[in-house]
């Protein structure tokens, strides 16, 4: 098998959708591996598990930076010096500028809990309730410098209840986060992802040929 991709992970919380990374990464049919775990916040909960499973971390916290450009160029050195090809930001908190989005463009990813381009930003859940649609969900995207901007890689679609709570729909929404992360890592680390024209195709997608209608 050809080598693997080298994954740098981006995190500042609980780490949940970095442990979905870590978990297929442990699968040896696995196109991908994480070989470094920066976070910003000392404490951040997904430290630990990047530290079970002997996965290198560093902290750099903004805190001890002068300014944004700093602080990006500490960020872009311990990546580069890991090796790493591809950058996912897994709830990394920071919004990242312009001069570090260009140097890994394409090379850098993230997760949002909504739809894009509807409901970037913060509050995704709350806001799609309020709002009434009928659906939310996830996205992996390539980063632009625009906040929650940028090609689409997966989405994945979850029906909102009648009845729902942010937090119900931030669980429902998370298992999808949990399945559409990897998968996203997988295509691009295969090399079936390529951006044209601003918009993402993927050599031999299957897509799903059925609707879902939201009240069934
Ligand atoms: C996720 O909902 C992700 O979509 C968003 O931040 C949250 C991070 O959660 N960008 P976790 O730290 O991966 O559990």
Redesign the pocket.
Known sequence: MSAKLKLGIL?S??????QSLIDAALDSDFPAEIVTVISNVPDAG?LKRAQQTNIPTTVINHKDFDGREPFQDALHDALTSAGVELIC???FMRLLTDSFVNRWLDKLI????SILPSFKGLHTHERAIKAGVRFSG?TVHFVRPEMDDGPIIVQAAVPIHQEDTPDAL?GRV?IE?HKIYPLAVKLIAEGRVSVENGAVKIKNAVNPDSAIINPS
């Open positions: 995190i919380g609980r780490g949940s959708n970095l997904g930001l897994a709830g993230n997760i949002h809990p996830c931030a998370l986060e």
